[in-house]
């Protein structure tokens, strides 16, 4: 049976079963009430705001998506409140799963370490940058070498390489993005060593 506050939105007959009428009178019912639901959920903590507003608003856009099913719903409070839940929950996890992650660090701290590094570089004088490319890239594989030349020097596409290498061009790009990690990790160890 559904829920009479709702149905019962509109007096006019040609109104009365129109699905968009339903929708308007259960955002103009429960729009404030999701809201304070979902700030209730994360205890009202002005840093969370955002993540009641965007999980009130997907409640409203999965209540718009399911509304041949609410509209027969014996409880479309609940639903929505159930909904809510579930996505500030949802979010949540994103969002401790991406702090997890992610390191923060203060900006005096970047700038001093930046600038550290920078005279450390020039105090040190490690030589012409030739060298210094020379010796990481002979840590590489006679393949990745191969690859480098290709890809950086002579500049070929990702489907003339995946042709030239008799590949896929998932996997040359594979290929690349490691190459390039390997780069980055050969290059960090050799400041790291040489500074």
Same mark, same amino acid.
């Given at each position: ?8 939105? +509109?007096?006019?007959? $040609? ?9 308007? =009178? !259960? @955002?103009?019912?429960?729009? /404030? ?60 996890? +994103?969002?401790?799963? $991406? ?9 005096? =701290? !970047? @700038?001093?370490?930046?600038? /550290? ?79």
């Amino acid at each position: 049976m559904p829920t009479t506050m709702v149905i019962d939105c +509109c007096k006019e007959d $040609q109104c009365r079963g129109s699905s968009r009428c339903f929708y308007r =009178k !259960i @955002c103009e019912l429960y729009l /404030s009430e999701v809201y304070r639901f979902c700030m209730h959920l994360i205890k009202n903590q002005s840093c969370f705001t955002f993540m009641a507003e965007e999980c009130t608003q997907d409640t409203f856009v999965a209540a718009r998506q399911q509304l041949l099913k609410l509209k027969h719903h014996p409880n479309v409070k609940g639903w929505l409140y159930l909904t809510a839940k579930n996505l500030i929950y949802k979010s949540f996890r +994103c969002y401790y799963t $991406q702090k997890k992650h992610e390191t923060t660090l203060e900006c005096e =701290k !970047i @700038c001093s370490f930046s600038n /550290s590094v920078e005279e450390e570089w020039e105090n040190r004088r490690l030589g012409d940058v030739d060298t210094v490319i020379v010796n990481i890239l002979m840590q590489l594989s006679n393949n990745e070498y191969t690859l480098y030349e290709d890809y950086f020097c002579r500049q070929l596409s990702v489907p003339l390489l995946a042709t030239k290498y008799n590949i896929s061009v998932t996997a040359t790009t594979t290929r690349i993005y490691r190459l390039k990690r390997k780069l980055r990790t050969l290059s960090h160890q050799y400041c790291l060593t040489h500074i």
